[in-house]
């Protein structure tokens, strides 16, 4: 198993340009994350999905979209890139049981999109 | 929503001495804690974890405990060696469980002096 991939590792916009971060596991996990990371910083939840259809926000979704139509993708789309997107992006995804009275996830990381808005 | 507080942001210690991380989470419906290592440029890792059901955890040299009426958990890492120097992370799941997602600390720098 690959486990969780992202492209590109590295990318530089202008301020309103516009891309999409892609994300894929092989797991077969039903549910996956993007966060972003800044300098020195801990990472922050922007949006989540719990299975193919359906997505939610997290802490810091102002500026992102997503979509999930598939299991195994999960894109995270800037449409009009700012210099306060710059940072590290981590896609994860994580197995959750149906019905557990109790958190049972482990998250596994991408190894990250470091993007830059110039 | 959850916030987590993390202490210290940089921890130096001898090798072979023992090293504690403490993290404090504010919501108490949070059931799920996880740590992370982070090397430069790396994806973070999970290192061990710990259910609320549960007090202690511990895996060969890494041990983390939780007490959940202080609402605080702890990473103890003992026997300290050159390639533990890393950024640590302690996580809590957010409201409505770890399906929701994690709020992160900051980080914590530990540095292992030769």
């Known amino acids: 198993n690959a486990g969780v991939t992202q492209t590109p590792k590295f990318r530089i916009l202008k301020i309103g340009q516009s891309m999409t971060l892609q994300c894929t596991q092989d797991?077969?996990?039903?549910?996956m994350y993007w966060y972003r990371q800044d300098p020195g910083m801990g990472l922050k939840l922007i949006y989540y999905s719990v299975g193919a259809g359906i997505t939610d926000k997290g802490e810091v979704p102002n500026g992102y979209n997503v979509s999930r139509s598939t299991t195994e993708d999960f894109p995270l789309r800037l449409e009009l890139a700012a210099p306060s997107q710059t940072s590290v992006y981590f896609c994860a995804s994580s197995y959750l049981l149906a019905g557990a009275s109790i958190s049972t996830d482990t998250q596994y990381f991408g190894p990250g999109t470091r993007l830059t808005v110039l | 929503g959850e916030n987590v507080e993390q202490h210290p942001s940089t921890l130096s210690v001898q090798e072979g001495d023992s090293a504690v991380i403490k993290c404090t989470y504010s919501?108490?419906?949070?059931?799920?804690f996880p740590w992370y290592k982070q090397e430069l440029g790396k994806r973070p890792q999970l290192i061990i974890d710990i259910r609320s059901n549960v007090g202690e955890k511990k895996d060969q040299r890494i041990a983390v405990t939780l007490n959940k009426t202080a609402k605080h958990f702890s990473l103890h890492i003992t026997e300290t060696q050159p390639e533990d120097s890393a950024v640590y992370f302690c996580?809590?799941?957010?409201?409505?469980?770890?399906?929701?997602?994690?709020?992160f600390g900051k980080g914590t720098h530990l540095i292992i002096q030769p």
């Open positions: 797991m077969n996990h039903n549910y």
């Open positions: 996580a809590a799941s957010r409201p409505g469980g770890g399906a929701d997602g994690l709020t």
């Open positions: 919501d108490s419906a949070s059931n799920y």
